[in-house]
């Protein structure tokens, strides 16, 4: 029988002008909503980033939990935070996954579908 590891992430973005001095570097918010859809208690475990810029330069990302959490995420609710990357072009991408662990110990990935980092009207 197929287990439930039905897990809803959605991503709002935000670029934060006067973050950073540096002419060269352009600093982002990101807030992230993870819903557990399913029918167990999870628990976000570690997360992987892939981060590409304008140029093709690809940085990753891993580690446990995030923001210093590893949160415990019921059926139906959903756990919320906001973190930041900077980068060397006005324009990027983020995509990734969370492991995650069902009550039930499994462990699981959730994906993070591609989202942009981008300037406002940088692109047409």
């Known amino acids: 029988m197929k287990q439930d590891n039905k897990i809803d992430i959605t991503v709002d973005t ?6 950073i001095p540096d002419k060269d570097k352009y600093a982002f918010a990101y807030r ?12 976000l475990i570690s997360r992987y980033w892939l981060i590409t810029d304008g140029n093709g330069k690809k940085t990753e990302v891993q580690g446990p939990g995030v923001i210093g959490e590893q949160p415990h995420i019921q059926p ?3 756990f919320q935070y906001t973190s930041g990357a900077v980068l060397d072009t006005p324009v990027g991408t983020m995509q990734g996954y969370y492991e995650m662990q069902r009550e039930d110990g499994e462990l699981f990935q959730a994906p993070i579908n591609i989202f942009s980092l981008a300037v406002p009207n940088v692109l047409n």
């Open 32 to 43: 992230i909503s993870i819903c557990n859809s399913g029918q167990q208690l999870v628990q």
């Open 76 to 78: 139906g609710d959903s």
């Open 14 to 19: 935000q670029y934060l002008k006067n973050q």
